[in-house]
C-alpha cells in the first residue's frame, strides 16, 4: 500500500470541501424553486472521496447512486456539470439536461449512466465486471449502493454471481442509517451489511465511514485484490446522513434533533480538517485557501449554468427511440 502523500490529503480535502460546499448551494437553489430535486452528500464525503480516490479514472467501472456527488467530483466532473444538470441546461453533459440531478453519466470516467430504480446499478456492474474478466481486461468495477438497497433482491443476485465467478467487483455500500425516513434496524436483517458477503464466498468488511484515510485504503485494498483475479470485495462504510433524505423530505417527521446534533461530532470533514492540522500536513491558512477556491467554483458554476441555453425542444426525442 503505497503511503497517501501531502498532495493526496490536501486534494481529498478540497474534494470533501467542494462537495459540501455544492450541496450547500444546490439546497439554497432548490428551496428557491429555481431547480429540481437533489439527494445531497452531507456525511458522506469522506466515504465518497476516499473510495473514488483509490480508482483509476478512466480504467475503472464506475456505478453511482443518485447521491453520489463526491465520487464524481473527485473523478473528474466539475460543479458546472452539476450545475448545468441541476438547472437542465444544453451544456449538461449526463444528459444535456433530461435526467434528475444525480443520475450521473459521464463517459470519461468510466462513469456509467444511473437511474432512480433502487439496486438496479448492481446487476449491471455485476455483467461489467464479468465482461472485463471475460475481455481480460485489467479493469476493476465498483459500484456504490445505500444500506437500503441491500434488501432489494438485485443485490443478493449480483453477489452471487460476483462471488461464483470471482468477478473484478468492488460492492460500496454507504450505511447511512436510513432508507429515506427506514432506519437501518427496520431495513437490515441481522449485523449488518458486510457480513452477507460471508455467505456468496467472499471478504466484506466494516470500515469508518467518517475516515477518509481509512476508506482510501480499504478500497486500494480491494482494488488490488480484485486485480490479483482473487474476487469481490463488500465494503460497508458506516456514516450518518446528515441533511434530509433529499431537499424535498421533512425528515423532522421521523428522526430527532438530539440525535443528528450527536452523529455531527464526527463530521467527517471536521475531523479531518482537525487531523491536518495535528499532524502538521497543512496550516490553517492552506486550508481556508483551499475552501475558499471550493466556494469561487460553485460560484461559478452557477452562473455559467444560469447563462446556458436550454437544450432545444427538436431534440427532445433523441436517444429514446430506434428507427423502425
Ligand atoms: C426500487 C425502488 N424502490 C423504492 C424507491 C424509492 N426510494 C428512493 S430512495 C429510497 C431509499 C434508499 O435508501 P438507501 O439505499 O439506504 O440509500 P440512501 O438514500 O440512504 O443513500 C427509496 C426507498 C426507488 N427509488 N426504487
Ligand atoms: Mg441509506
Wanted: include cysteine; proline fraction near 6%; glycine fraction near 8%.
Amino acid at each position: 500500500m503505497p503511503e497517501i502523500t501531502p498532495e493526496q490529503h490536501h486534494t481529498f480535502y478540497y474534494k470533501m470541501v467542494l462537495t459540501r460546499t455544492l450541496g450547500e448551494r444546490l439546497r439554497l437553489l432548490r428551496h428557491q424553486g429555481r431547480i429540481n430535486i437533489v439527494a445531497l452528500a452531507d456525511g458522506h464525503e469522506a466515504a465518497q472521496v476516499g473510495s473514488a480516490s483509490a480508482l483509476r479514472v478512466g480504467l475503472d467501472y464506475v456505478y453511482t447512486y443518485y447521491r453520489d456527488m463526491g465520487v464524481a467530483l473527485t473523478m473528474g466532473m466539475r460543479p458546472h456539470d452539476f450545475m448545468a444538470q441541476a438547472f437542465a441546461r444544453a451544456t449538461d453533459p449526463n444528459s444535456r439536461g433530461r435526467l434528475l440531478p444525480g443520475d450521473l453519466n459521464y463517459p470519461p470516467a468510466n462513469l456509467m449512466a444511473g437511474g432512480g430504480p433502487i439496486a438496479t446499478q448492481l446487476p449491471q456492474a455485476a455483467g461489467t465486471a464479468l465482461a472485463s474478466q471475460i475481455k481480460g481486461e485489467d479493469a476493476v468495477t465498483i459500484v456504490y449502493f445505500g444500506e437500503g438497497g441491500s434488501s432489494e433482491g438485485e443485490f443478493h443476485e449480483s453477489c452471487n454471481l460476483a462471488g461464483l465467478r470471482k468477478l473484478p467487483l468492488i460492492f460500496f455500500c454507504e450505511n447511512n442509517q436510513y432508507a429515506l425516513s427506514v432506519p437501518v434496524e427496520k431495513e437490515v436483517a441481522g449485523e449488518g451489511v458486510a457480513c452477507k458477503a460471508k455467505g456468496y464466498g467472499f471478504p466484506g468488511v466494516v470500515i469508518d465511514g467518517n475516515d477518509v484515510q481509512a476508506v482510501y485504503q480499504a478500497t486500494y485494498k480491494a482494488r488490488e485484490r480484485a486485480r490479483r483475479g482473487e474476487g469481490p470485495t463488500l465494503i460497508e462504510a458506516r456514516l450518518y446522513r446528515f441533511g434530509a433524505h433529499s431537499t424535498d423530505d421533512d425528515d423532522s417527521r421521523y428522526r430527532n434533533p438530539e440525535e443528528l446534533e450527536l452523529h455531527r461530532q464526527h463530521d467527517p470533514l471536521i475531523r479531518f480538517k482537525r487531523y491536518l492540522l495535528d499532524e502538521k500536513l497543512a496550516t490553517a491558512a492552506d486550508l481556508a485557501e483551499l475552501e475558499t477556491k471550493a466556494a469561487t467554483e460553485v460560484e461559478e458554476a452557477q452562473r455559467f449554468a444560469e447563462e446556458s441555453p436550454y437544450p432545444d425542444p427538436a431534440e427532445l426525442w433523441d436517444h429514446l427511440y430506434g428507427d423502425a
